[in-house]
């Protein structure tokens, strides 16, 4: 089992990230598939997938991601974390 967890800084609010995560990062074609359930709590977004769960909360400026992944999820690690920094880099113009 491994996880991601990373830290994103940027230059957005985070009513913009959330705008972005909803409809750049969900519906991203490398994340979409994965993705069974996402809800947001407050400025957290929680995640259940096939390959694990965890959640991306917002601060303005700043993201954190962190997901546990089960043995799936581990083989597509660095795929998904080559996503997220592809992704999250388009908050930083």
Do not use: C, R
């Not at 996880?3 to 913009?16: D, G, H, L, Y």
């Not at 694990?52 to 795929?79: H, P, R, W």
């Amino acid at each position: 089992m491994s996880t991601i967890n990373k830290k994103f800084q940027t230059k957005a609010s985070t009513v913009e990230m959330k705008h972005f995560i909803d409809t750049k990062l969900l519906t991203n074609s490398a994340i979409k598939p994965m993705v069974d359930t996402a809800s947001w709590q407050g400025d957290t977004l929680n995640l259940t997938s096939k390959l694990g769960k965890g959640y991306i909360k917002l601060q303005d400026n700043l993201i954190e991601v962190n997901i546990d992944l089960n043995l799936f999820g581990s083989m597509a690690k660095n795929t998904l974390e080559a996503t997220l920094d592809k992704e999250f880099k388009q908050l930083n113009p």
